[in-house]
Structure formats: structure tokens, C-alpha cells
T-cell receptor
Framework: DAGITQSPRHKVTETGTPVTLRCHQT?????MYWYRQDPGHGLRLIHY???????DKGEVSDGYSVSRSKTEDFLLTLESATSSQTSVYFC??????????????FGPGTRLLVL | QQQVKQSPQSLIVQKGGISIINCAYE??????FPWYQQFPGKGPALLIA?????SEKKEGRFTISFNKSAKQFSLHIMDSQPGDSATYFC????????????FGKGTHLIIQP
């Protein structure tokens, strides 16, 4: 998984609870992404980061926030978890320059269940 | 609005046959088209990718065909093997891809021995 770890790998939480997922990379890549994967929807971009403290919204950002205080860590926070946020969450990274910029490497995923 | 449409949703192919998955896109600003392979419980992994300046790219048993005028691209898996059974996603990005990939909904491929 290209030097990407996600924690926790599995989590069960209750509606209304804040949840933070962590993505950690050892590749020193500039770009980091959070996607969610749901049956029948493929993968959809939640937020992404193009550098430390530089983040932007993706297609499905409502209800989520992110932070990146170090190159290697990208945190995804569900401010008040809802059942619709039950999903598998993937972190991805990509290199910062050249023709390899678009190649995204994915982590192993975090399976989140919101009851 | 779904910007990348993928078909079929599921596909069963006999061992040794050719698997074909199709995608169509709407945004003409897309300039990079990767295919990802995903096994159960794993993250997607890049399989092969193409840019619109070429009409075909081949890597081993995997070939991407690209039709810029029709805004379509497809993945062909030659001599399909049971180990190819997985979910395949097409995707697209623009402007270097820094703002992320837009994915199709995926195709669940089963290769029967």
C-alpha cells in the first residue's frame, strides 16, 4: 500500500459522535486525498490537500472537515456522525511533480459504521 | 451529474476469454484516464493509465483503448484468468490531477475457471 497507513481500520460509533480518521504516509508525497466508497457509487472525493495547511473541498465534503499540520498526516473528521456516513474511507497520496503527479496510491481503508 | 459513466456493472467471463469494460466521460477538460483494480478488503491499485494524445496503450494482458471524439475509453483484459476476478474502476482527472480523481461506479468482474 505504498507506505500508507490508515487508523483505525474499523470503527463503530453512534450518531452524533465526532470521529477522526487518520492517514499517515512515509513517502513524503505532497498531495493527499480522502475518498469514501459506497456500493453503487464508486469512490467519491471528500477533501484533498496540496500541502501542509493547504486543503480544499471535494465532491461530497458536507459534514466533514480535514486538517494537515504535517506532510505525513492527513486527518478526516466527521463533526457529528450520521448513519449516511457509514462507508469505507480511503486515503490516497500522489507525488508532487512531473508525469507521475496523477498516479494516486491508496491506503488499505477504514470501515466505519455509524449506528 | 455523473461525469464518468462505467458499464457493465458486473461481468462474467470464461477463463482465457477477453474481458471488456467501457467508460464514457463528459468533461472535455479531463486529460488523464487511469484504471484501478480492487480486491475485496483492499484499497484500489493503479492498473494502467492513458492520456488523450494516444489511442491505445498496452501493458501485458491489459489494454486501454481511447476514443477522444466519442469521449469514451475501455479496458480490455486478454486471456482473462481467475486471478483477474476483482472490481475495476475507471477514473479521470484534469490539470495534473491535483484536485483528485473522478471515478466510475465500478465493474465487478468474475472469471470462471
Amino acid at each position: 500500500d505504498a507506505g500508507i497507513t490508515q487508523s483505525p481500520r474499523h470503527k463503530v460509533t453512534e450518531t452524533g459522535t465526532p470521529v477522526t480518521l487518520r492517514c499517515h504516509q512515509t513517502e513524503n508525497h505532497r498531495y493527499m486525498y480522502w475518498y469514501r466508497q459506497d456500493p453503487g457509487h464508486g469512490l467519491r472525493l471528500i477533501h484533498y490537500s496540496y500541502g501542509v495547511k493547504d486543503t480544499d473541498k471535494g465532491e461530497v465534503s458536507d459534514g466533514y472537515s480535514v486538517s494537515r499540520s504535517k506532510t505525513e498526516d492527513f486527518l478526516l473528521t466527521l463533526e457529528s456522525a450520521t448513519s449516511s456516513q457509514t462507508s469505507v474511507y480511503f486515503c490516497a497520496i500522489s507525488e508532487s511533480w512531473g508525469v507521475l503527479q496523477e498516479t494516486q496510491y491508496f491506503g488499505p481503508g477504514t470501515r466505519l459504521l455509524v449506528l | 451529474q455523473q461525469q464518468v459513466k462505467q458499464s457493465p456493472q458486473s461481468l462474467i467471463v470464461q477463463k482465457g476469454g477477453i474481458s471488456i469494460i467501457n467508460c464514457a466521460y463528459e468533461n472535455t477538460a479531463f486529460d488523464y484516464f487511469p484504471w484501478y483494480q480492487q480486491f475485496p478488503g483492499k484499497g484500489p491499485a493503479l492498473l494502467i493509465a492513458i492520456r488523450p494524445d494516444v489511442s491505445e496503450k498496452k501493458e501485458g494482458r491489459f489494454t486501454i483503448s481511447f476514443n477522444k471524439s466519442a469521449k469514451q475509453f475501455s479496458l480490455h483484459i486478454m486471456d482473462s484468468q481467475p486471478g483477474d476476478s476483482a472490481t475495476y474502476f475507471c477514473a479521470a482527472s484534469k490539470g495534473g490531477g491535483a484536485d483528485g480523481l473522478t471515478f466510475g461506479k465500478g465493474t465487478h468482474l468474475i472469471i470462471q475457471p
